[in-house]
């Protein structure tokens, strides 16, 4: 008995949501569309006008063309000012050699 109690109230309930969402989509047209998906794809960089910030950062590198060699063969270390050009482009700038 009380499982058919219990079901009637379950297909009573099933029943009015049908009934809300039935009178639901008719509110629905109403709303605006919502927005779709582009077919375009853009790629980081590409047609875009991003530019990169400067933001420098020391860094010692080799530098035999400013600093020269060492009685070793290998180049004398420098500091460099690296960041990005506003194309984004890797960039580094001479400071100074380093103390050998």
């Known amino acids: 008995?009380?499982?058919?109690?219990?079901?009637?109230?379950l297909v009573l309930g099933l029943l009015q949501s049908?009934?809300?969402?039935?009178e639901s989509s008719d509110d629905a047209s109403d709303l605006p569309k919502s927005?779709?998906?582009s077919d375009r794809l853009d790629i980081y960089g590409a047609g875009m006008c991003h530019q990169c910030e400067?933001?420098?950062?020391a860094k010692v590198m080799?530098?035999?063309e400013q600093c020269g060699t060492g009685t070793d063969g290998r180049a004398n270390l420098a500091t460099f000012e690296?960041?990005?050009?506003?194309?984004?482009d890797p960039v580094c700038?001479?400071?100074k050699c380093e103390a050998p």
């Not at 400067?54 to 950062?57: G, K, S």
């Not at 690296?82 to 984004?88: E, H, I, V």
């Open 1 to 9: 008995m009380k499982r058919a109690i219990l079901g009637t109230f």
């Open 18 to 22: 049908g009934f809300a969402r039935a």
């Open 35 to 37: 927005l779709t998906r």
């Open 54 to 57: 400067w933001r420098p950062h």
């Open 62 to 64: 080799a530098a035999a």
């Open 82 to 88: 690296c960041g990005r050009s506003p194309a984004c």
């Open 93 to 95: 700038n001479f400071i």
